[in-house]
């Protein structure tokens, strides 16, 4: 997170954060991400910070949350589709 003037609350939640798993994923969390990122009106506020690891962090970036974890679910849906198991087709 870029260094900004943050409110005690705030300060306190990013302790808080420091042990939890990335909001995203699950996997240990090394940063702390913005829900709504400042580039679309969101605040350093407690509330809108969250447990990243640095691949989820890095790979919202700018997009807004709803755009991320769909995307996220499109992706895990097609990978399945396209790495299941093969079914194999009988013809009679």
């Not at 302790?15 to 709504?36: F, K």
């Not at 709803?66 to 679910?73: A, E, T």
Request: with cysteine.
């Amino acid at each position: 997170m870029r260094e900004r003037t943050l409110s005690p609350e705030t300060r306190e939640w990013i302790e808080i954060l420091a042990g939890d798993p990335c909001s995203y994923c699950g996997l240990p969390a090394e940063s702390v991400d913005h829900i709504v990122p400042p580039g679309r009106g969101g605040t350093d506020e407690w509330d809108n910070l969250t447990a990243a690891c640095l691949s989820c962090n890095s790979s919202k970036n700018n997009r807004s949350l709803w755009n991320f974890l769909g995307r996220r679910r499109i992706r895990r849906e097609w990978q399945g589709w396209f790495d299941g198991p093969t079914a194999s087709v009988v013809v009679a």
